[in-house]
């Protein structure tokens, strides 16, 4: 197994991925995400076919999931199961950096480059191709939070 590190950015937000093991045996994708305080995030949604576990690595993450306001910090995880809908943000003074697993791997480091081609920072970003590209990897964007 090889220790690759890949960086990618969305906006404001900073993805390490550390596996990427779409179609691969172990189907599972790692990554940690880094929110800047007050940084614009992707809209709340749900995965259709990919189970999330979050676990804090610094500073606290603020996740609402079905409608329930959780903060993570250090040392703390949630497990965010498929056709849940949640939203990361950050909403502290200082960054929040958690540690990201998505399985099966279907969600990998292709979605996140092509969603970090649509969002810019300081440009409003097409919500219709932000939203299409999300479809297309099973994320089903939703408008509100239940």
Not at 89 to 113: H, M, Q, W
């Amino acid at each position: 197994m090889t220790n690759t590190r890949e960086l990618v950015r969305i906006g404001q937000l900073e993805l390490t991925f550390l596996s990427n093991s779409v179609n691969a045996a172990n189907g599972v994708v790692i990554f940690e995400l880094m929110i800047p305080p007050a940084a614009k995030v992707p809209m709340p949604h749900y995965h259709e076919h990919v189970d999330e576990l979050v676990y804090g690595i610094a500073g606290i993450t603020t996740s609402t999931i079905d409608g329930q306001r959780v903060e993570i910090g250090p040392g703390d995880h949630v497990f965010i199961p498929k056709g849940t809908i949640h939203h990361h943000d950050n909403k502290s003074d200082s960054p929040a950096r958690t540690l990201c697993v998505l399985t099966p791997a279907s969600i990998g480091i292709e979605y996140f480059k092509e969603l970090g081609e649509l969002i810019v920072p300081g440009v409003p970003p097409d919500a219709v191709k932000v939203s299409a590209t999300m479809k297309k990897y099973g994320l089903i964007p939703v408008s509100q939070m239940s």
